[in-house]
């Protein structure tokens, strides 16, 4: 494998731990690699139980200054002054992510402009008062007051770290917890790259917030099973979610889990195809379709059909993979060697049980994009919606795409599934498409859009997409404990 700096690029970065207001290395180490090249990038300390206990004992420690947990208007100003942090070094953070997540700039930037939207509503939020003071009969005083849980453990997932990290830890210092982060051996340089910009702000006490890097799942266990850690947000796959959800359990602990989703269009027979089919598109190729939402159903009304499918396999079989350095590319690569099999093996297994290719995609095997871990967009026709393919989070540039004839018949095909992230609905009628979407079971419902995400608004899922909240006011409630404490007086 051959290094970037082999190239007349900068020195690989070497990622730390950043625990206690410090950086600190492991004895194993591991490497950075650029997905869309297959060179390395960077080095990172792995670490694991050793690292996260030493970042669990920090934020404990950090959580008994009740500077921090008490006063509101010192976590909004620090959640602001982090925000402002971020802002100077956005374009690191964009170039970080191109190099070690394969994301092109558009999508990087997109992410990155997250960030600052989340930490500063978060830091709104630490200054409303979300408890309540009355008298329910004369002589008896009730108050409803909210304080911090404690010790918040978050487990970052690698495909949108820079965000994903943000979007956990901006409620939980607002709400007044201090945090342990445990972030992917995929996000080691963004790890790195976050840790200094935490550094940077001196509003944040030390220890208040602790990261560590590893590349197995001792430390992140660790945060399940420690009593010191009072909660745990977890964005990532369903079985990992169930798993933390049962280990949580035997203390009670809370958790927030956003997890996997098979996200649908349903699309009606008046649905704009002129802005249609771009959205289906990039519902499948951006982030190379490694996203919760990909809108990997496609459900199209009959008389519709044959233009939907026409339309979207000639803008697929278009679609140009390509690196983050080359303007002309319209989508990455998938985060690793592993990922191309077993999408290639899962659509494979799709066409064996009766699946037909529209446009069979696959791995790029033409040179120089055969060093990178590229793979072109697919898309499936089915009539057996319990097939594998229409069921599983593919997690890749991979579509199905269903015939439907009525209403019922569509909203139907959307809910057979385990997941319930998110869905879309296509239809110029005024009247349908609320009442669609009412009836889906979904967290999160487009219409004639796709994941129109906004940081103001809560987002979650439905059955087995998670439980829990981020974002809006309720991204709050993973955090917090509401204490009742209550005062007779004469009158």
Request: glycine letters at 10%; aromatic letters at 6%.
């Amino acid at each position: 494998m051959q290094k970037d700096s082999e190239q007349g690029a900068a020195a690989p970065i070497e990622a730390r731990h950043w625990i206690d207001g410090e950086w600190l290395g492991s004895a194993r180490m591991g490497d950075s690699v650029d997905p869309a090249t297959g060179r390395i990038i960077g080095r990172y300390h792995d670490g694991g139980a050793e690292e996260a206990e030493l970042a669990i004992a920090a934020a404990a420690r950090a959580f008994e200054d009740d500077s921090w947990t008490a006063d509101p208007q010192r976590r909004a100003v620090a959640l602001m002054r982090l925000a402002d942090a971020y802002e100077v070094r956005r374009e690191e953070v964009v170039a970080t992510l191109c190099r070690e997540n394969g994301k092109l700039r558009h999508e990087a930037g997109f992410e990155a402009g997250l960030i600052l939207r989340g930490l500063r509503f978060a830091a709104g939020l630490a200054l409303q008062n979300f408890g309540r003071v009355m008298d329910p009969r004369p002589g008896f005083q009730g108050m409803s007051i909210v304080q911090p849980i404690g010790v918040a453990g978050l487990i970052i997932p690698w495909n949108s770290p820079a965000y994903l990290s943000i979007r956990a830890l901006a409620p939980a210092l607002a709400a007044g917890c201090t945090a342990a982060i445990k972030m992917p051996m995929q996000a080691a340089q963004t790890a790195a790259l976050m840790s200094e910009i935490l550094a940077s702000v001196p509003d944040l006490p030390r220890g208040a917030v602790n990261l560590f890097i590893e590349s197995g799942a001792a430390g992140a266990k660790r945060l399940v099973d420690s009593p010191l850690v009072k909660t745990v947000s977890f964005t990532g796959s369903t079985g990992t979610g169930r798993a933390i959800a049962l280990a949580a359990a035997a203390q009670l602990k809370r958790v927030g889990l956003e997890l996997g989703g098979k996200t649908p269009h349903l699309v009606f027979d008046d649905a704009d195809l002129d802005a249609l089919l771009p959205v289906l598109e990039k519902s499948s190729t951006v982030f190379a379709g490694q996203f919760c939402m990909c809108g990997s159903r496609i459900l199209v009304q009959r008389g519709i059909a044959e233009r939907v499918r026409e339309g979207l396999a000639a803008r697929l079989r278009a679609v140009r993979p390509g690196p983050a350095a080359d303007p002309a590319s319209d989508m990455g690569p998938l985060i690793d060697r592993a990922s191309l099999g077993r999408i290639d093996a899962m659509v494979e297994a799709a066409l064996a049980a009766g699946a037909k290719a529209i446009v069979r995609g696959g791995i790029v095997t033409e040179a120089p994009l055969a060093e990178g871990n590229f793979y072109r967009p697919a898309l499936l026709e089915i009539d057996d919606p319990a097939l594998v393919i229409a069921q599983q989070e593919v997690f890749g540039p991979v579509q199905t795409l269903q015939v439907f004839d009525t209403e019922a018949e569509a909203i139907a095909l959307a809910n057979h599934s385990e997941y319930g992230l998110s869905a879309c609905v296509w239809s110029r009628d005024v009247d349908r498409p609320v009442r669609v979407s009412r009836r889906l079971e979904a967290g999160f419902v487009s219409i004639n859009g796709w994941a129109n995400i906004a940081v103001e608004f809560e987002e979650g899922g439905y059955k087995s997409s998670g439980l829990g909240r981020l974002g809006g006011v309720a991204s709050l409630e993973d955090f917090i404990e509401r204490k009742q404490i209550t005062q007779t007086y004469a009158v």
